[in-house]
């Protein structure tokens, strides 16, 4: 039995292939196309799903798509009337999308599919899910719990914001909702939007600038923006906002309370943006806590499944982590809208077809999330030289005896091996890495290798067994969905003087003996590295640690700002060649950049419209 999930037309398009309860494939449709959060339909990533498993569509039982677009217009719609005659503008603009394209999105389905399978039966084999039921499927299913609750907070489905769920078995039931216009995930991306970047791919620049700043502004949030409750529910006052009827996510009200007009981008950031990065940080941790307290006293279970755009903030997951409601916290990987291809694809499978659910007993069904294409060395090999790459073929031993050496040197690595990631971190196989103990390796990699904003952290990817000798966690962290302090017998404490430094200043100031992985508050994003899921990058640190005695590594993507994170061999190459990467492995191929011909260098730098 095979399903195929589809997630497409508003950002971050996928596809997920589902045969007899296994997850085979799963990509963004990005990766393929190299524009970053394409939202046209899948095509490429449909291809891959199914050359993934050695079939046709006609192979395929249905076709899941991920939300019902009718309901979507319902509420475009209930929300200009309810605001007229503010608004006219945008419902001038949007009109004419919707009855051209988005409300037809079943033909659009429909003509798609007849591409590979010309007398495709649409009306028995493609199904609508709603969007929270594919976040939440996406996020029960493949989890490695037999029971659990379900809580998904996104921006907006097509009327839900924020939902829970109870998943048993191969049972999923929605309980209850609290809908548009009121949602913690446009709160953040509100601000997002007033401290000057992109919605719905900046929200966690905001994440990553919130420790700089002082949540100065939450009890002003509180007071006269949110009305939260005890129980994690929450009403948000709509005279501060425009995304209902305007084009822009804030007015002059907002701007009012805050201290003036939104923050231009690229403009100079200011203490004034940190506190209130720091703010809505604060009262976004403030209304996870409280809904996971009322969700473990009302279902009473031990396990909770997270899902949906804020559950990409890894801080507020650690800080849920910490409070210890719950035995086990699992956040689907691909928690935005690609994993809602996942979702979709499960949600048919299990619910729509009955189909039993098997758990594997120790590990979740997201095999690492190592879900994408792979590469064979010679094909690799043929690839990079047709490309003009000069590289030596190296044994797996050599291989990573030599990766090892170069990160232990502090060269800047890319690294590409095995079955690219599903979702948007980089988890080891479509990585850049360098030596975690280097005091300039964070400064060094975010302004001269990935060409982005100084202040953004990077990841630690550490051997599983021995996250604990340098985090205050106890538990696996496979997807860098955790945020934990780092153990203070690593810490430095910061000088009187280097205390008084402001903002971003404070960056550059070693806070511990893993410095370039170490946040300004002492924390890090945590990824636990395993054996099971991805052998050579855990061979890779463990060779590491016997060079240098430890085993923490730099991981971030393998790309530059504002490009998609790398899928071929030739876009290695490209992102290699157009940045100050030092060394570049793919499989077994080993290139070091002063063998290179300089007249195949590129300009990564401006390549790319900035995120």
């Known amino acids: 039995m ?48 199914l050359g993934e498993a050695g079939i046709k569509l006609a192979d395929v039982d249905y076709v899941a798509f991920y939300d019902k677009p009718f309901l979507k217009f319902e509420r475009l719609l209930e929300t200009y009337l309810a605001y007229a005659p503010r608004g006219f503008n945008s419902f001038r603009m949007a009109m004419p999308l919707w009855l051209k394209e988005k409300l037809f999105q079943k033909t659009l389905l429909r003509d798609e599919m007849k591409k590979w399978q010309p007398d495709f039966d649409w009306q ?30 996104d921006g907006v ?15 999923l039931e929605m309980l209850r909702e609290i809908h548009f216009p009121h949602s913690i995930g446009l709160l953040y ?47 948000l006052d709509q005279s501060y906002f425009d995304y209902c009827t305007g084009l822009r996510m804030t007015n002059d009200k907002f701007g009012a309370l805050f201290g003036g007009a939104r923050r231009n981008p690229e403009e100079m950031l200011t203490q004034h943006h940190m506190d209130l990065a720091a703010s809505i940080q604060a009262v976004t941790e403030e209304i996870v806590i409280r809904l996971g307290r009322s969700v473990k006293k009302e279902t009473g279970v031990k396990n ?37 291809a996942v979702g979709a694809a499960y949600a048919a499978y299990h619910g729509f077809m009955g189909q039993p659910r098997k758990l594997n007993g ?26 003009g790459a000069k590289f030596t073929r190296l044994t797996r031993e050599q291989m990573i005896d030599q990766t090892a050496q170069a990160l232990a040197d502090e060269k800047a690595v890319g690294w590409m091996q095995g079955r690219m990631e599903f979702g948007p971190r980089s988890l080891g196989a479509r990585s850049i890495l360098g030596d975690a103990r280097s005091p300039s390796m964070q400064k060094t990699l975010n302004l001269k290798v990935k060409y982005r904003e100084s202040f953004r952290p990077f990841a630690p990817a550490v051997l599983r067994e021995d996250v604990d000798k340098y985090f205050d966690i106890h538990t696996d962290s496979p997807y860098m969905l955790m945020v934990a302090p780092v153990v203070e017998s690593r810490r430095r404490i910061m ?22 992985v170490t946040h300004i508050d002492y924390s890090g994003r945590i990824q636990t590295v395993h054996k099971e899921t991805n052998p050579d990058f855990y061979d890779l640190i463990a060779a590491f640690k016997g060079k240098t005695g430890s085993s923490v590594v730099v991981n971030t993507s393998f790309n530059v700002r504002g490009e998609p994170i790398v899928c071929t061999p030739e876009d290695a190459w490209r992102c290699f060649m157009g940045s100050e990467i030092e060394v570049l492995v793919v499989g077994n191929c080993f290139l070091r950049k002063e063998d290179q011909d300089p007249a195949l260098k590129l300009d990564y730098k401006n390549a790319f419209e900035l995120d």
Request: proline share 4%; hydrophobic share 40%; aromatic share 10%.
């Open 2 to 49: 095979r399903v195929l999930g589809i997630s497409a037309f508003y950002h971050d398009s996928a596809a997920a292939l589902i045969e007899d309860g296994r997850l085979v494939g799963a990509a963004q449709e990005e990766r393929f196309t190299r524009k970053k959060h394409d939202s046209g339909f899948p095509e490429k990533a449909v291809e891959y799903c």
């Open 124 to 153: 028995k084999r493609l199904l609508f899910g709603e969007h929270h039921q594919s976040h939440a499927a996406s996020a029960f299913f493949p989890s490695p719990y037999e029971e659990a609750a379900v809580l998904c907070m």
């Open 157 to 171: 489905g097509e009327w839900a914001t924020t939902s829970l769920a109870m998943g048993s078995g191969n049972k």
């Open 189 to 235: 991306s509100a601000f997002t939007y007033y401290t000057g970047f992109k919605v719905n791919s900046g929200e966690y620049k905001v994440m990553g600038l919130a420790p700089y700043g002082e949540p100065k502004f939450k009890s002003l949030i509180l007071d006269k923006i949110v009305d939260l409750k005890e129980d994690g529910t929450f009403r």
């Open 304 to 340: 909770i499944c997270l899902a949906g755009g804020v559950a990409l903030n890894c801080v507020a997951n650690g800080k849920l982590l910490r409070e210890n409601i719950f035995d086990g916290i699992w956040v689907q990987p691909a928690a935005g809208d690609a994993g809602g």
């Open 362 to 387: 120790h590990m979740d069904g997201m095999a690492g999330s190592y879900l994408g294409p792979v590469f064979e060395d010679d094909e690799i090999a043929d690839r990079l030289a047709k490309a």
């Open 495 to 516: 000088t009187a003087e280097e205390d008084k430094l402001f903002g971003i200043d404070k960056l550059n100031v070693p806070r511990s003996d893993i410095p370039a």
